[in-house]
């Protein structure tokens, strides 16, 4: 990932840019407010320590 600033001079942002961040952008909008979206190796490692 990283993390550029785009823009002029006069106008400047910070974005980040990857694969990842793309991904993630995409799946936001496809979860239900106020929940999360894990894969299924990520819900495997979280399940011991977070009430799924």
């Known amino acids: 990932m990283a993390v550029v600033p ?17 991904l993630a952008s995409r799946l936001e909008p496809t979860a239900d ?7 299924e190796n990520t819900y495997k490692l979280v399940t011991p320590i977070f009430d799924v």
């Open 6 to 22: 785009i823009g002029s001079d006069l106008a400047m942002e910070i974005t980040a840019i990857a694969d990842a961040v793309n």
């Open 33 to 39: 407010p106020g929940t999360v979206q894990l894969a």
